[in-house]
């Protein structure tokens, strides 16, 4: 579960947001929409933990992670958090298979490649396993960064303008596939976009 209260956002000469208060429970979808310069990023951003609020809190779980230092935050949302971006970002040396690897490793969970396999085939992407991320389809990327995201089974999928680039049956396929996931593995999936084509496909939303 996660839920804010009061947050708000001062860039140092620069813009303030004060964002509203919600919640979003395991196994809930929230849509977050806003035009440019509505604060999207920014909200990502704290609720993933990237930047620290100016003010209120961010509550995930138990844990107020607004509260947290910088390390140990860090390591929160290497156990805790999920995120998925609009472009997925792959260390391109790599193969599929240790991309997926490395997220675990770095959180300090333990993984086997037999399990990496297992969420790269719930996917339909396990054949991919050990090409590298420059030789897959864009939407064969989003695949792998869907699995990646759920790999480590976090309580919060955080996923970043993940349609907006894709045509219309593309994001209604990784639509159905994150929705899907989210269900299986009973976590928080929060998309933030401003991609107005998911308006109609979530019945929690929020407008910034």
């Given at each position: 579960m996660i839920a804010t209260q009061g947050l708000r956002f001062q860039y140092p000469q620069g813009p303030s947001f004060i964002f509203p208060d919600f919640s979003c429970a395991a196994g809930e979808h929230l849509l977050i929409l806003g035009e440019s310069g509505r604060g999207k990023t920014t909200l990502l951003h704290l609720l993933a933990g990237l930047i620290k609020p100016t003010g209120g809190e961010i509550r995930i779980n138990d844990t107020d992670t607004s509260k947290l230092n910088n390390a140990a935050l860090d390591r929160f949302r290497g156990q805790h958090i999920g995120i998925i971006f609009q472009t997925a970002?792959?260390?391109?040396?790599?193969?599929?298979?240790?991309?997926?690897?490395?997220?675990?490793?770095?959180?300090?969970?333990?993984?086997?490649?037999?399990?990496?396999?297992?969420?790269?085939?719930?996917?339909?992407?396990?054949?991919?396993?050990?090409?590298?991320?420059?030789?897959?389809?864009?939407?064969?990327?989003?695949?792998?960064?869907?699995?990646?995201?759920?790999?480590?089974?976090p309580a919060v999928i955080l996923a970043d303008e993940p349609t907006s680039a894709l045509d219309d049956h593309n994001a209604h396929e990784v639509l159905s596939m994150l929705e899907e996931q989210a269900k299986l593995s009973g976590v928080a999936l929060i998309i933030v976009t401003h991609d107005k084509r998911l308006k109609d496909h979530f019945s929690k939303q929020i407008t910034l």
């Open positions: 970002h792959f260390v391109e040396s790599l193969s599929v298979m240790d991309n997926l690897m490395l997220s675990p490793f770095l959180s300090g969970k333990n993984a086997t490649k037999e399990t990496a396999l297992a969420a790269l085939n719930r996917l339909n992407i396990g054949h991919k396993a050990f090409e590298k991320p420059r030789n897959l389809s864009v939407g064969e990327q989003q695949r792998v960064a869907i699995a990646r995201a759920m790999f480590h089974q």
